[in-house]
Nanobody, 123 residues
Framework: VQLQASGGGLVQAGGSLRLSCAAS????????IGWFRQAPGKEREFVAA????????YLADPVKDRFTISRNNAKNTVYLQMNSLKPEDTAVYYC?????????????????WGQGTQVTVSS
């Protein structure tokens, strides 16, 4: 499966962005999709994930009250809605696919990665 992340940009603190992760391949609906981010000089960190069926999601503590993750398997797309953005959310955001059945936050569990999309939040 190939993944394409989009939707990043420059936004002021308190604003919103919606990231999209579009996938090719007819097995997309079988994958758990995760979002990770990496800020300059920092390690990549887990943001959110959604099970293949959409019935289970997991968001990291720093974002769980501000971000939501959803998917539309008919469109082979997963969305990350980011509200109340903070400067510390600035990072390159990556989406990744895992063929496992359990939602996971471990980057090593993900088999396929897309290119990143830059999110910059100004104060």
């Amino acid at each position: 499966v190939q993944l394409q992340a989009s939707g990043g940009g420059l936004v002021q603190a308190g604003g919103s962005l919606r990231l999209s992760c579009a996938a090719s391949g007819d097995t997309f609906s079988r994958y758990t999709i995760g979002w990770f981010r990496q800020a300059p000089g920092k390690e990549r960190e887990f943001v959110a994930a959604i099970r293949w069926s959409g019935d289970s999601t997991y968001l990291a503590d720093p974002v769980k009250d501000r971000f939501t993750i959803s998917r539309n398997n008919a469109k082979n797309t997963v969305y990350l809605q980011m509200n109340s953005l903070k400067p510390e959310d600035t990072a390159v955001y990556y989406c990744a696919a895992d063929f496992g059945k359990v939602v996971t936050s471990s980057a090593s569990d993900y088999d396929y990665w897309g290119q990143g999309t830059q999110v910059t939040v100004s104060s």
